[in-house]
């Protein structure tokens, strides 16, 4: 099993401030998502990154993929409120059918 | 509206009960997978299936089985429910391709007393 560690595992910051959420495995992906799960509900995704070094840009949240393709990371800028909630990274396994999923990073964000 | 519905939000069963939980999408999707989801130890792969009465396990199979008859549904069985089976069940669907979209269920909820 293709493991992914996320880190931190909890983040509770003021609205405004900026944050960065890692996920880190020994492994190499063809590609990694994020997908952020609001209490009660199930995961939604987004975003997809497939090429090393690839930076995408969704509104406040920044995405990074690694060089080598075995990290990933989700910068946010100036965090609100809305932006609380379980942010996992998740990677295809070796079958190619279903995903890995890290731990996820839970963040708080107070007005 | 892309869709995966998941049969109940909150179930309470006994230990020893059989326990069905029902999976549908709409989105035609060949790949389907449960996952249950607990604090501390993140989503884990029950089983999946990647076409109609095609399965495989996952991490984490035992006590478990599953069932697809039909494209569209997938539903994961709890033969004897314990207590450690207490958890948050997600179903989700995706095309059968490594970087498309997973789509999840809302979830159900499962207290086993």
């Known amino acids: 099993t293709q493991l992914l560690e996320q880190s931190p595992q909890f983040l509770s910051i003021q609205e405004g401030e900026n944050l960065t959420v890692y996920c880190n495995s020994s492994?190499?992906?063809?590609?990694l998502q994020w997908y952020r799960q609001e209490p009660g509900e199930g995961p939604v995704l987004l975003v997809t990154?497939?090429?090393?070094?690839e930076v995408k840009k969704l509104k406040r949240l920044t995405f990074q993929f690694g060089d080598a393709r075995k990290d990933s990371s989700l910068h946010i800028t100036a965090a609100q409120p809305g932006d609380t909630g379980l942010y996992l990274c998740?990677?295809?396994?070796?079958?190619?059918?279903?995903?890995?999923f890290g731990k996820g990073t839970s963040l708080l964000v107070t007005p | 509206d892309v869709k995966v519905t998941q049969s109940s939000r909150y179930l309470v069963k006994r230990t020893g009960e059989k326990v069905f939980l029902e999976c549908v999408q709409d989105?035609?999707?060949?790949?389907m997978f449960w996952y249950r989801q607990d604090p501390g130890l993140g989503l884990r792969l029950i089983y999946f299936?990647?076409?109609?009465?095609?399965?495989e396990k996952g991490d984490i199979p035992e006590g478990y089985s599953v069932s697809r008859e039909k494209k569209e549904r997938f539903s994961l069985i709890l033969e004897s429910a314990s207590t450690n089976q207490t958890s948050m069940y997600l179903c989700?669907?995706?095309?059968?391709?490594?970087?498309?979209?997973?789509?999840f269920g809302q979830g159900t909820r499962l207290t086993v007393v």
């Open positions: 989105m035609d999707h060949e790949n």
């Open positions: 492994s190499v992906f063809s590609s």
């Open positions: 989700a669907s995706r095309y059968p391709n490594m970087n498309t979209e997973a789509f």
């Open positions: 299936s990647y076409d109609v009465k095609m399965k």
């Open positions: 990154v497939v090429t090393g070094g």
């Open positions: 998740a990677g295809p396994r070796n079958s190619g059918y279903a995903l890995n």
